[in-house]
């Protein structure tokens, strides 16, 4: 299958950079408005340890004021600078203080991308009344109930912005459905509106028209035109140079893309796009690559849920099959890769860990071989530590470790050596290997080897003939030696690994 060259040009670009990008936040980032401006302060050192790009989270008002993650999204215009639900910041900051962030960051040579969530919009001004008819929250063909007069949310007059920047107001005919009707609380349905219908729902790509809250209707000529100015208004306000492009499976696919190719002709240059789609086959990610034209990248959901997998089974998990059906296998120019993000972290209704003895060979495979765009997350980068309610309704205390150090020696081995050919030598079901052999980029070679079972070795080429190598991790002290031509036996030991670079 072809693509089209924007995409190619991005993965062009990430490849002869060695790129990598960083979530710079996590879900229980700390409220107390400080995060834009602890962005500014880490640009610098984010810029020297190797980082390339930030995505940072969504910047806009949400329905819970400075409470609000952002993707409870209320006013797309307002970035921290209206009193609006209860605060005028944002939980991260102000609009200056998140401008001059991103001005910071780029200053280093960093590239910002921009959190989107254009799916839904919640906690709206006014109720209004309206026909309606109930559907399964869980099967939109599945209707529950009489069409019907219900009341609902749906009025956002934004009062606190008074028309600045926009004066459209929204009502509920610029929305397609909703899930509460205030005049019957405990009706658990999805409310479609009247001359509304689901949009295309496909099993196969795991595509389901509604999510949340109102339901943007992108056939409205309203919304098609506030959105896209919005969008002309947000990339000349901020300067940003790419988006992150939120619940991927609930949106239109062909208004997404004429909206991201809008806005790169607006800017006259190729604005990186990547999307969330929690979609775990590769069937429907072929679909949402041949419907867009592999216009924007995607999130290697498969990767993640193998190693995820490989953590908690490491007796059974063949390490050997961990990019077996990934997307970084199959499309490696369309797949940003990652170990953790803000939905799977612990407590999160999504929740697929990573643990905590697997994230330093998770981090490994994914930062120090060839192939796909890796994107590191911060909670993961500085740790964290936090409280909430689980599944079963308690309160769990979480600490998340620390891998500050481990992961700047990962990325200096990615901006310094990870250049030349790949040899795999994943021959093993519980120890892999691989090495990236020099060439006229990294006149020496570096060799990488992990294991799930036992201590291990491996007999690999690097390229570098009589050469010494150290083991980066510092988990083994002894050097070892190539052969004249190049080869040595490179180890690690017992549910670890070790990242050999020539001393």
């Known amino acids: ?31 107390d408005g400080s995060h834009w401006n602890q962005l500014a302060e880490e640009a610098q050192s984010l810029a020297e340890a190797g980082i390339s790009s930030l995505w940072l989270p969504p910047a806009y008002k949400g329905a819970n004021g400075e409470n609000d993650t952002g993707y409870g999204t209320y006013d797309l215009f307002d970035l921290g600078e209206f009193d609006q639900k209860g605060s005028k910041r944002t939980k991260y900051g102000t609009k200056e203080e998140y ?19 254009l799916n839904h919009k919640m906690g709206a001004d006014h109720e209004e009344k309206l026909m309606a008819t109930p559907f399964d929250p869980n099967d939109h063909n599945n209707q529950i109930g009489e069409h019907q007069e219900i009341v609902a949310w749906t009025h956002f007059s934004f009062p606190g912005r008074k028309g600045k920047y926009s004066e459209l107001q929204w009502h509920w005919w610029h929305f397609s459905a ?8 405990d009706m658990k349905a ?5 001359g509304k219908s689901f949009g295309e729902e496909d099993p196969e790509v795991g595509k389901v028209d509604y999510l949340m809250g109102c339901n943007i209707d992108f056939q409205n000529p309203d919304v098609r035109h506030e959105l896209f100015y919005w969008g002309e208004w947000y990339l000349e306000t901020t300067g940003i140079d790419g988006f992150r492009i939120d619940a991927l499976k609930h949106l239109d696919f062909e ?57 908690k089974n490491a007796d059974s998990f063949d390490i050997s099959t961990v990019f077996e059906n990934t997307l970084v296998q199959n499309h490696p120019e369309l797949a940003v890769t990652f170990v953790s993000n803000h939905d799977t972290q612990p407590l999160q209704k999504m929740e697929t860990v990573v643990e905590a003895w697997f994230k330093p060979l998770a981090y490994a495979l994914i930062l120090l071989r060839k192939s796909g765009y890796p994107c590191i997350f911060a909670a993961d980068y500085y740790g964290a530590h936090y409280t909430d309610k689980g599944k ?10 620390r891998h500050h150090d481990l992961l700047n020696g990962f990325l200096y081995a990615r901006k310094t050596f990870c250049y030349g050919p790949q040899y795999d030598y994943f021959d093993h079901p519980t120890c892999i290997g691989w090495t990236r052999a020099s060439n006229e ?25 009589n050469t010494t ?29 070790s990242v050999w670079l020539p001393r």
């Open 392 to 401: 079963d309704g308690q309160d769990y205390e979480i600490w998340m470790d």
């Open 190 to 194: 999805v409310f479609l509106f009247e």
């Open 441 to 465: 980029r990294n006149q020496k070679g570096m060799a990488v080897i992990l294991s799930t079972g036992d201590s291990g070795s491996k007999h690999m080429e690097t390229g570098s003939p």
């Open 255 to 311: 208004f997404i893309t004429e909206w991201i190719n809008h806005l790169r002709a607006k800017a006259g240059k190729n604005l990186f796009a990547v999307g969330e789609n929690w979609a775990e086959h590769t069937t429907g990610v072929e679909k949402f690559f041949s419907e867009t034209d592999g216009g924007m990248m995607l999130f290697d959901v498969d990767l993640h849920s193998n190693l995820s997998r490989a953590s």
């Open 99 to 117: 401008l001059r962030a991103i001005k910071t960051a780029q200053s280093h040579g960093i590239q910002v991308y921009a959190d989107i969530v």
């Open 1 to 31: 299958m072809t693509f089209s060259h924007k995409t190619k040009t991005i993965e062009h670009q990430m490849s002869e950079q060695n790129g990598v990008m960083m979530q710079f936040f996590h879900w229980y980032t700390t409220n």
């Open 469 to 497: 190598y150290y083991d980066l991790t510092g988990h083994i002290q002894e050097e070892i030696q190539t052969d004249e031509s190049g080869w040595a036996e490179f180890r690690c030991e017992a549910g670890s690994v």
């Open 178 to 185: 909703t899930d509460l009707n205030t005049l019957d609380h």
